[in-house]
């Protein structure tokens, strides 16, 4: 059964610090994973999107890492400001299916 | 990037009524689009794919009489909630397939919240 299982469900820190958020999926055939960021009341909006052959990839503060062999995804926050406080949801496309989606990681930045 | 945009972002409504939510891609052409529903604290669940000038295909459990979708246009989708009742309230978002980026990339947009009283 395709899954995407994000770890933690949910994560607070202090305005300044880094952070990283996990993904592990169980999809196949692997097309692509993407990091989506939702802030609450909105849409998701694309952070980063990995192929199979691409280990890393940045967007600003963001980096996100991606282990095709252990099926296992990181987004990484470095010196995260309070507008970083959302959801962060892990989608991974399965080839010719539609878009498999994490619960997601709610994240708060505290000041 | 490229814009998807919906309207409206909140509808209020009576039970029984029926509410008209717009999709509308705004710099790209899509020949698919995505509809999702989202409870609070819950992951996007797809409802239904809409391809431009056929049937939308919609997922198990979803019920295609209450929820219509057209699409009759390469930058417009519209779900109609027919004799909305509050169960039905929750956050609508759409998605469009723009088929020039790699991988087919998709963009959501806004999202609608409907209050069904």
């Known amino acids: 059964k395709n899954q995407v299982e994000q770890s933690p469900q949910s994560l607070i820190i202090l305005e300044g610090k880094n952070c990283t958020l996990q993904c592990n999926y169980t999809v196949s055939p692997f097309s692509n994973l993407r990091w989506y960021k939702q802030d609450t009341g909105r849409g998701p909006v694309s952070l980063t999107i990995m192929t199979f052959s691409e280990n890393t990839k940045s967007n600003g503060r963001y980096t996100a890492t991606l282990d095709a062999d252990t099926k296992q995804s990181s987004l990484h926050i470095t010196a995260s400001q309070l507008s970083d406080s959302a959801s962060y949801i892990c989608v991974v496309s399965a080839a010719g299916t539609a878009l498999i989606f994490g619960k997601g990681t709610t994240l708060s930045v505290s000041s | 990037g490229a814009v998807v945009s919906q309207h409206p972002s909140r509808v209020i409504c009576k039970s029984g009524t029926s509410v008209k939510i717009e999709c509308r891609s705004l710099d790209f052409q899509a020949t698919t689009m995505f509809w999702y529903r989202q409870f609070p604290k819950k992951s996007l669940m797809l409802m239904a794919t809409?391809?431009?000038?056929?049937?939308?295909?919609?997922e198990q459990g979803v019920e295609k009489d209450k929820f219509l979708i057209n699409h009759a246009s390469l930058t417009l989708s519209t779900l109609t909630v027919t004799s909305a009742h509050p169960e039905d309230s929750s956050f609508y978002i759409c998605?469009?397939?723009?088929?020039?980026?790699?991988?087919?990339?998709?963009?959501f947009g806004p999202g609608t919240r409907l209050t069904v009283l």
């Open positions: 809409s391809n431009e000038g056929s049937k939308a295909t919609y």
């Open positions: 998605s469009a397939r723009d088929v020039r980026g790699a991988g087919g990339e998709q963009f």
